[in-house]
């Protein structure tokens, strides 16, 4: 709206920043050369306006002091330029120096009596006196009614003056002239980086892989925004790739399934004769759920990586009461899944869903590579609410326990696919206990206090999830010790 009704302040803002900042500065100088040009002279002007008229007052004193003595000759000398008049009580011109006018006096009657009680130097044109230029006059009272005048040329201080006046005239602009080029160049230079980026992200397309923008040498704003742009390309090139191996892998996850299930359906469909039908679909049904929990492992994913490390909900979730029912759901399990959880509620904030598939992922694994015995561990540590999977099989080993929670890593695949899932159970823990702020490692169950080392080392899966207060909601959240909660959206119902 401003820059509708000032057309110069749009021009303005059309303009490169090169040329508005050489014009501002330019400006600026411009105005500050002026108004000190313009204070320069006036010093000037003052302090030899002062040596002259000090002069002049130098010797009025003296003559004026001769006088009183009585000692005046009749013509003075002039040594200095100064012109006196020495005047009498009826206003004749008793003594004067050489070439001085001797009849008219320089100041009349009234300005003499002035100027000696203003005690002050005054200009006084010359011209009637034969005088070039302006003088500066000055006048003393002496004995016997007697006034001394004293006179200097002013030209000198004008002449001076001029010079300096002529100095800054052509130097005032020459320097502003000087800064513009100067600054035109500087600001060209400055922003000939910015061209290249420019010119290089450019060029970048969205297939071209690892390019970077050039960075200035100079470790200036220019040099730091190029760095965040090129770690910011970098970061898009890792997400990219993850991307990439990401579809690649579940396309590869896809075929194989997908392969047997066209295959038993071609074997069956080629040879009808004597063929168990029921088998065959029992077989296709197998895949078919291989499939399905790919399919809702990969839509787990995305979504956490949609929420970018938030939890979907942040609700008190009743962890014990969690943990209790999603083991409850192992109870017909050939493994024994054993469940401690304490007295108390454990409360921690976040998703009930996301924190059962959490869960319901780990028991999946340990029961999955468990000898005879699964454990499932709640306790409250400190700020932290620490759930402990354990299980007595061949435990991982330490070079591959951070490995594991890579997506579609698996360790076992050439044992059996069937049990299995396709290697993302643990990523989905990861990032799921990630996004409610915990953490998760693998550790060697052999290891700890208070479980009997077997023969293998066993594995144990450690969650620390940050504890939360209570809700203060109704007379549920806080029951008596050892009665069941009613089932609540906390239960596990959507784990996998
Ligand atoms: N309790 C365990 N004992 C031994 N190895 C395990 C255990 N849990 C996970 N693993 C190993 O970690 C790999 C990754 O696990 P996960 O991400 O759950 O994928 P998936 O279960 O689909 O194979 C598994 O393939 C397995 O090799
Ligand atoms: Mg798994």
Redesign the pocket.
């Known amino acids: 709206m401003a820059a509708e009704r000032w057309p110069a302040a749009r021009w303005w803002r059309r303009k490169g920043v090169r040329f508005r900042v050489t014009a501002a500065a330019s400006a600026v100088l411009a105005a500050a050369l002026a108004a000190s040009a313009w204070v320069l002279i006036g010093v000037l002007d003052r302090s030899l306006t002062a040596t002259i008229d000090e002069s002049a007052m130098r010797r009025a004193d003296r003559v004026r002091a001769d006088a009183d003595a009585g000692r005046l000759p009749l013509e003075l000398s002039n040594p200095d330029g100064t012109l006196i008049q020495v005047i009498d009580s009826g206003g004749r011109i008793v003594h004067a120096t050489i070439g001085t006018d001797r009849l008219v006096p320089l100041l009349g009657r009234q300005e003499r009596a002035e100027a000696i009680r203003s005690d002050q130097a005054r200009y006084l044109d010359g011209r009637p006196y034969g005088i070039p230029g302006r003088l500066r006059v000055v006048a003393r009272a002496a004995d016997h009614g007697q006034v001394v005048i004293a006179a200097r040329s002013y030209a000198e201080v004008e002449k001076t003056l001029a010079a300096a006046a002529q100095v800054l005239l052509f130097g005032t602009p020459l320097l502003v002239v000087l800064l513009a080029a100067v600054s035109w160049m500087i600001v060209g230079g400055t922003l000939r980086p910015i061209s290249a980026l420019r010119r290089g992200a450019a060029e970048i397309t969205g297939t071209a892989r690892a390019r970077r923008l050039p960075v200035p040498e100079a470790h200036d704003e220019v040099h730091s925004l190029a760095r965040t742009l090129n770690d910011m390309l970098a970061r898009l090139e890792a997400a990219d790739a993850r991307q990439r191996s990401l579809v690649s892998d579940a396309a590869h996850e896809l075929r194989s399934p997908l392969a047997s299930i066209r295959l038993q359906l071609e074997v069956a469909l080629g040879h009808p004769e004597g063929q168990e039908w029921r088998e065959t679909a029992e077989g296709v049904l197998e895949d078919a759920m291989r499939l399905s929990r790919l399919a809702e492992?990969l839509l787990a994913l995305a979504r956490l990586d949609e929420r970018g490390g938030i939890p979907a909900r942040r609700e008190p979730v009743e962890l014990d009461e969690l943990v209790r029912q999603g083991v409850e759901r192992y109870a017909d399990n050939p493994m024994t899944v054993a469940c401690e959880v304490p007295p108390g509620p454990v409360f921690v904030t976040g998703d009930a869903l996301d924190l059962g598939r959490v869960l319901t992922?780990?028991v999946?694994?340990?029961v999955?590579?468990?000898r005879s015995v699964v454990t499932v561990r709640l306790r409250p540590e400190g700020a932290a609410a620490v759930l402990t999977?354990t299980?007595d099989?061949?435990?991982?080993p330490e070079a591959?326990r951070e490995r594991?929670?890579d997506r579609f890593?698996?360790?076992?695949?050439a044992r059996s696919r069937d049990e299995?899932?396709?290697?993302?159970?643990?990523?989905?823990?990861r990032e799921t206990v990630r996004a409610h702020d915990g953490s998760v490692h693998?550790e060697d169950a052999g290891l700890q206090h208070g479980d009997p080392p077997g023969e293998t080392p066993?594995?144990r899966?450690v969650v620390r999830l940050p504890l939360s207060a209570a809700p203060p909601t109704g007379p549920e959240s806080s029951p008596p010790e050892g009665v069941r909660r009613p089932r609540t959206r906390t239960g596990p119902a959507g784990g996998r």
């Open positions: 492992d992922n780990l999946d694994n340990a999955r590579h468990a999977v299980d099989g061949p435990g991982i591959d594991v929670f890593t698996r360790l076992d695949s299995g899932g396709a290697g993302l159970g643990l990523a989905i823990v693998l066993g594995l899966a």
